[in-house]
């Protein structure tokens, strides 16, 4: 049976595809039929509701919506009748009734006046009904406004809310003409569970709903009011989202989501709404040197006035300031004195220069970021045990997968967009095993819970793998063929039925022998893990465990299997692949191989450098207290918020004898430079990045930067002209295309391609493959193509609870913020739903405590103390206090604990002793 239709559409002989309706087959063809509760995106079901898209077929008496109903064999579809217009054009006529006039429209560019204008619409023949029955403006959410005297009742919002993003928050009240949407329980949209993602307002045809920075005072507005229109990648996480970036006057003015590969047109609320901390007025508009009668090094945490220390300068000032500065050191004691943190949140090329410039410029690899706090250690176990550190598969792959593992990942909050396939796996029964110590959101769509204790991964991941084994569940056929050193593990996991590691993890054994059966019986499954796994002192051992059991399984290079540390950056992967780490080369090709070295320097047309692997970002810091590193250049980092045990970060910050800071603002860390250099935020500038996915997509400029800020690449160029290299890089398109001579990654990637495609995934196999989604079906890139499995022995956390210090202070984020907040709490709407430093414990714990939720208290670790807020949250387990890093007024990095994993150099973010006291209780003291 072939798999197509064909069918007449208006006289001509056409073909459908399986499951394509009418209406997609005549878009494709070239005619638009008019629609309104329709929307053709990828995610929204056809619904039709709306009669607008009617047509006609022959030998039905009644007209059919083109945009739910497939053609037939031989059937006869007319869509430019007399009759079918005739009746649309009533459809449009009798919604355009109960519309405002269309100069009075929240959005005077919505798409149902396009639709009139096509069916040759102005005005409606049907008088307007009461207008009692229309509820009012509800304006009590920051970012969206409701204006349901526009709402045609077409249910796009609640299909954008329930079925694309999964967050079921909207709903339709009452029936007929008189239903409307509400919001949970017919609360005010501000005031109800939405998290704003803003993917109702990007769905609804009329206006009803809309940006607030869309509509005036008056709620008027006009979505096309703008000067140009630009795509790019949203600049938060690793999802890589793309985005249309609309400009006027100079400014964002709101950003919708487009079909990029990971996102298919949806967005979180940090990507739709927290673009405009790029016109924050704290952004460092001209280069800035430290005042010669400026007080000893210290955090100024004034918000309003950060620049107090600082004056401005010319940028051949500055960077002449920067430049001899840091090469002094070089000159008195040697490249060693002078190390780098490059960063996460710059582009492909910017990452590439940056580690260029200290290997080549200094000697040496001491050039680091944030990977370290992040994903290191599992990069460090998926390097060693697979052969490579980049994911497996695309995080979409779970639509093909039956069963999925998401552990020590909050996707909801940190990959909002990835969780929304998640959600929708859960929905059409994948069955979805969570794991972590908190009751995350997913927590909701799990089939599975596992709210275990935490630092228990190993014990619990093992005691998964005992059963197993134990049941014979293995792919002996799969471990045979690709994997080595089965027998040692196998050997080892029999230490670790479930029923003795109960105590351990807490979680009983006949759950975890259901996991088992669960995820080994499955035909396809993945498992994705976040910081929970990875920021432990055994993190290393805690992702060698996830490879294990995923290889036991067979589940790894097929659709809907695979390995998938879910990155956090924008670009982290980008930065690490551009070779921004101090072992590795572009391509993690190591810096100890005089081969791979030699290549380098022949591309750069310049000496060798060191052998040695460098220092990591906290022996970076370490090495500045012991006086061997007396200068920095940080580029988009802000360890003096995000190490750990920042008192320690900070002190060496001061003790710098020379530092450099490349920022778009005066951040905590910028407090400590000599010279500030003003650089251009992702959407002011050209260049790649690479995303969880391993997809390389092209960011785009939508605005200048500010006033004399400029592009990061041009800024380490200059910076390296003057330290005596040889660079005369133009555009970021020579720095893509010199990568290419040394990483393989980008074979058959070219900037021209990517300018086309705004998105390509590596592997591409070739100029036309769009990129492997999957990898290693035939094999690994290690010896013999085998993938290994290591064991791995239970290692308790460094520090544990004593009487002092009772409870276990666990860190990590939150929605609305990024990190140490430089960026988010500069952005209004994301500021405004979160503006005060908060921690989170057990209800129970909070009346034990004496404290009211809303109360403040004191946290205390064996490295500092601080005060904020209390929040009660069931979600966090009774000892337990779960606090996010975004805020200087209650930096959670004066408590944690620098402890490293010894193979990743990953610090305990996870896990530290604290003491926990109400403040009243401080107060009486
Ligand atoms: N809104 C927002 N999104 C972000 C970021 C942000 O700052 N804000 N940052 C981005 C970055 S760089 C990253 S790396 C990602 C991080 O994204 P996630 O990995 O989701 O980040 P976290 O919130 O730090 O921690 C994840 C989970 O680990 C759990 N956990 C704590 N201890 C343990 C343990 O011992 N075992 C296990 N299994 N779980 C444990 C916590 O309860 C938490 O739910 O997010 C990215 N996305
Ligand atoms: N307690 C605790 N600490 C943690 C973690 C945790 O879970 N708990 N997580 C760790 C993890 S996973 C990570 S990734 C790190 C993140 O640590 P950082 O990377 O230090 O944190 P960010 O706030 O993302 O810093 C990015 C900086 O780049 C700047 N910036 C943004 N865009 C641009 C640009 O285009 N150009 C330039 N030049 N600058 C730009 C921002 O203003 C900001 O100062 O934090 C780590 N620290
Ligand atoms: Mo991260």
Known sequence: ???????????????????ETIWQVAKREGTLIPHLCHKDAPGYRPDGNCRACMVAIEGERVLAASCIREPSEGMVVSSQGARETRARKAVLEMLLADQPERDAAHDRSAHIWQMAEMQGVTESRYPTLDSDRIPLLDDSHVAMRVNLDACIQCNLCVRACREVQVNDVIGMADRGHDAYPVFDFDDPMGESTCVACGECVQACPTGALMEASVVDEAQVGDSADYDSEVDSVCPFCGVGCQV??????????????????ANEGRLCVKGRFGFDYIHHPHRVTKPMIRRDDAPAKGLNVDPANPWTHFREATWDEALDAAASGLGRLRDQHGGKAVAGFGSAKCTNEEAYLFQKLIRQGFGHN????????????????LMENVGSGAVTATFNQIENADVAIVIGANPVENHPVAATYFKQFAKRGGKLIVMDPRGVGLRRFATHMLQFRPGADVALLNSIMHVIVEEGLYDQQYIDAYTENWEAEKAHLSGFAPEEMEALTGIPATTVREVARAFAT?????????????QHIHG????????????????????????????????????????LIPMFLPDYQPVTDDGVRSAFSEIWNSGDFSSQKGLTVTEIMDAVHDGQIRGMYILGENPAMSDPDVDHARDALAKLEHLVVQDI???????????????????EKTGTVTNTNRQVQMGRPAVSPPGEAREDWWITVELAKRLGLP???????????????????????????????????????????PGQAIVFGD?????????????????????????????ILTTGRQLEHWHTGSMTRRSRVLDAVEPEANCSLHPRTLRRLGVTPGGMVRLSTRRGSIRLMARADRAVAEDMVFLPFAYVEAAANILTNPALDPYGKIPEFKFSAVRVEAVEDIAAE
């Open 522 to 534: 499955a035909k396809a499954g993945m498992i994705f893990w976040g910081m929970g796994i990875s």
């Open 779 to 807: 094999g690994f890139p290690r010896a013999e193509g085998r993938a290994r499995f290591a064991p791995a022995s239970v290692i308790p956390p460094d520090e544990t609870p004593d009487p002092d210090y009772p409870m």
């Open 244 to 261: 249309s970036l609309k400009v006027k006057d100079g400014r964002i003015k709101y950003v919708d989501g487009i079909d990029g590969p």
């Open 727 to 769: 660079w005369d890089y133009k555009h970021p398109s020579e720095v893509f295309a010199e990568m290419k001579r040394g990483m393989h990654s980008f074979d058959n990637i070219t900037w021209e391609r990517l300018e086309t495609q705004n998105a390509v995934t590596y592997p591409s196999l070739s100029p036309e493959d």
């Open 1 to 19: 049976m072939s798999d197509t239709i064909r069918f007449t559409l208006d006289d001509r002989e056409v073909e459908a595809r399986a499951g």
């Open 366 to 381: 001491n050039v680091d970021h944030c990977t370290r706090l992040c994903h290191a250690s599992s990069v460090a176990a």
């Open 665 to 683: 603002f005066v951040t905590e860390t910028a407090n400590y430079a000599d010279v500030i250099l003003p650089a251009s935020a992702f959407a």
């Open 540 to 579: 290393t051992d805690n992702s060698r465990c996830l490879i294990s059991l995923a290889l036991m399984c067979g589940h790894v290079g097929r659709p809907g299997t695979g390995l998938h540390p879910l990155r956090g950056q924008n670009n982290v992967q980008g930065a690490s692949d551009a070779g």
